[in-house]
């Protein structure tokens, strides 16, 4: 079975800089687009950023400059290093996996749990 674990979520002040990381497992051959998205209460869910088995990256208007995401593929594990972090950061930080071959058979549209971001101001 096919899973994503975020973890590196936390407390930090305005201005401070965390660093998220999804590892992905269980038989795993290939992976195509991974991403982080956010939500907070009230609101949709929304894209960070998301990248490609190539590197082509996308980043939300709102996080460029600040947040750097990147991929490592033999670890099929993403990050996400977030600088500078505002309150209008804070939410849960989702990993996606768009579409993930795996041994047993292909899983579309893969979630991880979530980890909880916070920043003070």
């Known amino acids: 079975q096919v899973q994503l674990v975020e973890s590196g979520g936390g407390l930090v002040e305005a201005g401070g800089s965390l660093r998220l990381s999804c590892a992905a497992s269980?038989?795993?051959?290939?992976?195509?687009?991974m991403g982080w998205y956010r939500q907070t209460p009230g609101k949709l869910r929304e894209l960070v950023a998301r990248?490609?088995?190539?590197?082509?990256?996308n980043y939300t208007d709102s996080v460029k400059g600040r947040f750097t995401i990147s991929r490592d593929n033999a670890k099929n594990t993403i990050y996400l290093q977030m600088n500078s972090l505002k309150p209008e950061d804070t939410g849960v930080y989702y990993c996606n996996a768009a579409r993930i071959v795996a041994t047993d058979r292909t899983y579309v549209d893969v979630w991880g749990q979530g980890t909880l971001v916070t920043v003070s101001s």
């Open positions: 269980g038989g795993i051959i290939s992976i195509n687009v």
């Open positions: 990248i490609n088995p190539g590197g082509n990256i």
